[in-house]
C-alpha cells in the first residue's frame, strides 16, 4: 500500500515524460522568445541578437523533446 502511495505521490510512470515536456517547452519558448524579441537595449557585455544557429538547433532539440514527452504520455 505505502509503495502505491509513493508511486502516485511522485507521479509514478508519468514523472519523466512530464519533465521532458516541461524541459523541450521551456526551450521552445524560450529560444523562440529570443529570436522573435531580442532586448531593446542590450546591457554591456550583452549581444544585441542571439546566435541564430545555436537559437535554432536547441529550438529543434526542445521540440523534439516535447513531440518526444507527448507522444509516450498520449500511447500511455
Known sequence: MQVLLAAELLLGN?????L???LGGA????NAMALVR??????EGELSRAPVG???TML??????????LASLVTR
Do not use: E, M, N, Y
Open 60 to 69: 529543434i532539440v526542445g521540440s523534439l523533446a516535447a513531440v518526444w514527452a
Open 20 to 22: 521532458v515536456l516541461a
Open 27 to 30: 526551450l521552445v519558448v524560450g
Open 14 to 18: 508519468d514523472l519523466l515524460p512530464l
Open 54 to 56: 545555436r537559437t535554432v
Open 38 to 43: 531580442p532586448p531593446a537595449k542590450p546591457k
